[in-house]
C-alpha cells in the first residue's frame, strides 16, 4: 500500500446526517446509504478533482457511453468495527487488485492505489459512525466506475467517473439456501469477461434467476457455456465443497476470483486440509452427495461470507446436503472469519486494514 498521498482528497461535509434516521437493528442490505461518498473522474488521460463529498446524485447525459455501450464495473468490501470502536476493512488491496484486473478486460483506465485506497480510507475516517456494531452487522462498500463520454458510437469512453458508496447492513442470506444446477442459460463463456466484477454478467443473470425463484429455489448454480457439464459458481458468490478430506472450489476464467474464496483456501491448506482448485463436474458433485462423499457446500463472498447450502436441484430432483450443524469445515472456518474481522482475535496474517 502506498505511504505517500500523490492525490489531494478534498473533503466535503455533509450539512445534514441522516445517521440519528437508522434503526441499527434492523437493516435490510444495500437500503441505506451513508452520508458521503468518493467520487473521482478521469478525463485528457489523467485522474483529478478526488473527493469526499455528500452522497447524492449523478447527473447523467442521455448518450453516456455506460448506457449504451456497458462499460460499468465495481467492487464489494466490507468494514467492521472492533469492540473498541476501531475501524477495519478486510483486505481491500485484494479488492483494488481485482477491481483494476476488471477495468483492464473492459479497456477502462485503472484507478491508482491513492485514490482506491487512500480514498476509501478517507471516506471511512468521516462516515466512521456509519459502521455499525451490533453482532452480524458490518458497512457494506461499494466502489464503482462507469463511463461517462456523452458520445454514441462503439468504442472506449474518453472519460469515467470512479465512486465508492457505502451502506450499514445485516446478513445477505439469513439462512442455508437452495441451488438449481443451471443446464439452459450461460452466465460466461471462455475468453469473455465472468472473470470481471462487471455489470453485465450480473444483468443477464437475473431472468434465469427468477425462473429458478419461481421453481423454489434461492439462486442458481451456472455451469460452463459449452457443455453444462462442470459447475462454476452461485448467482452472487463463489462455490467451495468439502468432498472426502478436501476443500476444492471450481477454477477458471469464466469465474471471478472472490477474496472471500481465496481467503478460505488460504485458511484451508493452513489447516492442513487438501486445498483445490480445479473443475468440479455436476457428475462428481451429485454422485458424491448420493454417496456421502459431499459432507459440505457453501457459497462464499463478501455479501454472502459463508453461507450453508441445503439442498441442490438438478434434473428435476432435489439433492439434500448434511446438517449445517455437522459441518466442521465450514462453521470453523466462519466462526474464525468473524472473530478476525471484528479483532476478536490476533490478526498474523495481516488481513485487516486499519482505519
Not at 56 to 68: D, K
Not at 150 to 165: E, M, N, R
Not at 334 to 354: E, M, S, V
Request: charged share 25%; proline share 5%.
Amino acid at each position: 500500500m502506498s505511504d505517500t498521498n500523490t492525490y489531494s482528497i478534498r473533503v466535503e461535509p455533509t450539512k445534514e446526517s441522516r445517521l440519528s434516521q437508522v434503526d441499527f437493528n434492523n437493516l435490510k442490505f444495500g437500503a441505506i446509504m451513508s452520508d458521503h461518498m468518493l467520487v473521482a473522474t478521469y478525463d485528457d488521460g489523467a485522474w483529478q478533482d478526488v473527493a469526499v463529498v455528500p452522497y447524492g446524485n449523478f447527473t447523467v447525459n442521455p448518450s453516456t457511453s455506460a448506457l449504451h455501450y456497458g462499460q460499468a464495473i465495481f467492487e464489494g468490501i466490507k468494514g467492521y468495527k472492533f469492540a473498541d470502536d476501531t475501524i477495519s476493512i478486510f483486505r481491500p488491496e485484494k479488492n483494488w487488485e481485482r477491481f483494476n484486473t476488471s477495468a483492464k478486460r473492459l479497456q477502462m483506465p485503472e484507478v491508482p492505489e491513492e485514490i482506491f485506497l487512500d480514498g476509501l480510507k478517507t471516506l471511512l475516517d468521516v462516515d466512521r459512525n456509519w459502521v455499525p456494531s451490533q453482532e452480524g452487522t458490518s458497512l457494506y462498500i461499494r466502489p464503482f466506475m462507469f463511463a461517462t463520454e456523452a458520445a454514441l458510437g462503439v468504442h472506449p469512453s474518453k472519460s469515467y467517473t470512479f465512486a465508492i458508496i457505502t451502506c450499514p447492513v445485516g446478513a445477505y442470506y439469513s439462512k442455508p439456501i437452495s441451488l438449481k444446477v443451471e443446464t439452459h442459460y450461460t452466465r460466461a463463456a471462455e475468453g469473455g469477461v465472468g472473470f470481471s466484477k462487471n455489470a453485465g454478467n450480473y444483468a443477464l443473470s437475473l431472468y434465469p434467476t427468477q425462473l429458478a425463484n419461481d421453481e423454489g429455489y434461492d439462486q442458481i448454480m451456472w455451469t460452463d457455456a459449452k457443455e453444462h457439464k462442470y459447475i462454476e459458481e452461485a448467482g452472487t458468490a463463489n462455490l467451495i465443497f468439502r468432498i472426502g478430506d478436501s476443500i476444492i472450489t471450481p477454477h477458471g476464467d469464466t469465474i471471478l476470483h472472490g477474496v472471500t474464496r481465496r481467503t478460505i483456501m488460504e485458511l484451508a491448506e493452513k489447516w492442513g486440509y487438501k486445498a483445490e482448485q480445479r473443475k468440479v463436474s455436476v457428475e462428481e458433485l451429485i454422485d458424491g452427495i448420493k454417496h456421502g462423499r459431499v459432507s459440505e457446500a457453501f457459497a462464499a463472498g463478501t455479501a454472502a461470507t459463508v453461507t450453508h447450502i441445503s439442498r441442490i436441484g438438478y434434473d428435476g430432483q432435489d439433492y439434500e446436503l448434511p446438517p449445517v450443524e455437522g459441518r466442521d469445515f465450514s462453521n470453523k472456518v466462519l466462526a474464525y472469519l468473524n472473530q478476525l474481522r471484528y479483532g476478536k482475535i490476533a490478526d498474523p496474517f495481516g488481513w485487516n486494514f486499519i482505519i
